[in-house]
């Protein structure tokens, strides 16, 4: 096991990152690392832990107080630096840190563990992999078949204030997590209010969990002045365009004890359990989000889904792979502590 040593913006806000991979049994854990991730230095007061983990940990069949914002491990109370932020360019793009712990990105050791992939290693020849990866744990065959992965936006400087009815997907990045960095692309935002914007980060991978953490970010550039509207929850529309939820959508919510937004039951059109991610199976464009405004955005409408895009289950040596399991599984770590 790895074990290494520890160690408001004005126009800023919070932000969350959610993403669901593919595959078997075991947990993928990755997050998104930015200077504005909350509890980046862990969660012991005065303690900069550059071996920290927190963000990662999976949540599942938990009650609201708990799974919302990574409250079960006090994740929420420990906001970043004054100062630190996530830049959202309006009209433009941001990278973050996918990995598996902040040792793996360029936030701890002056990035002398970094890599190509999530956990710290180059791994020769993954693009060419037919089975499901756990090494790192993106739980997927390849890159075509990550599932996608989003990023959310609510207009208060208030965390309290931030509930599933004002937190609005703006931005979908298809197949990721894959490389450690991944570059997502915004919409017109608008600039936030005085004390800034409040944001969310949700994920689940491969298992009935999911995973969620909160980030400080800052919109920028060319800011719009179009309100985003009222997000809807997602539902399943594999296949059928017209019953996808349209315009503005919550993040995906589900296997907690409350607050699931999202049920599935069967099988996808591939014959595997039916999993909610960040594609088209849900109605999720891939890029910017431009339908999420109260009117349309100069940008645009986001365009129609295309059907085509959307990830691919498959069973191989008898296993079934596919994005979320229906039935329970053991919660594995990496084991880095």
């Known amino acids: 096991m790895l074990k290494i040593k520890h160690a408001n913006q004005f126009w800023s806000s919070i932000i969350a990152f959610i993403v669901i991979f593919l595959c078997d049994t075991t947990l993928c854990h990755i997050a998104a690392w930015t200077k504005g991730t909350y509890c980046l230095n ?44 996530l830049e959202i360019p309006a ?30 290693q180059d ?88 995973y969620m953490h909160p980030l400080k970010c800052n919109v920028t550039g060319q800011t719009g002045n179009l309100s985003l509207a009222q997000p809807e929850p997602p539902v399943w529309c594999e296949g059928n365009v017209s019953a996808c939820t349209s ?14 937004n999202i049920a599935v039951s069967g099988q996808d059109l591939s014959g595997a359990p039916k999993s909610p991610g960040y594609n088209m199976n849900c109605g999720f464009a891939d890029g910017p989000q431009n339908d999420i405004f109260i009117q349309n955005d100069t940008g645009g409408p986001t365009p129609p889904p295309d059907l085509s895009a959307a990830p691919k289950s498959r069973h191989h040596d008898g296993r079934v792979i596919a994005l979320v399991y229906v039935l329970a599984t053991v919660l594995l770590s990496l084991g880095v502590t």
């Open 247 to 260: 315009g503005p959508k919550q993040m995906i919510y589900w296997n907690q004890l409350e607050g699931n």
């Open 91 to 120: 009209l433009g793009a941001f990278t973050v840190e996918h990995a598996a712990n902040r040792a793996f990105t360029t936030l701890s050791y002056n990035g002398t563990n970094i890599a190509t992939y999530p956990d710290g």
């Open 123 to 210: 791994h020769p020849g993954l693009e060419n992999s037919q089975e499901c990866i756990q090494q790192p744990n993106i739980h997927t065959q390849n890159e075509s078949m990550a599932a996608g992965s989003a990023f959310a936006i609510s207009y208060t400087s208030n965390l309290s204030e931030v509930n599933p009815t004002n937190l609005v997907v703006f931005s979908v990045l298809y197949n990721t997590p894959w490389r450690r960095l991944a570059t997502y692309t915004a919409p017109r935002l608008p600039p936030c209010p005085d004390g800034g914007c409040i944001c969310a980060v949700p994920n689940g991978c491969g298992t009935p969990n999911m």
């Open 42 to 85: 862990g969660t012991t007061p005065g303690v900069d832990d550059e071996n920290t983990h927190l963000i990662v940990d999976p949540l599942y069949q938990l009650n609201f107080s708990d799974w919302w914002m990574h409250h079960v491990d006090n994740c929420d109370q420990f906001p970043p630096d004054p100062g630190d932020f």
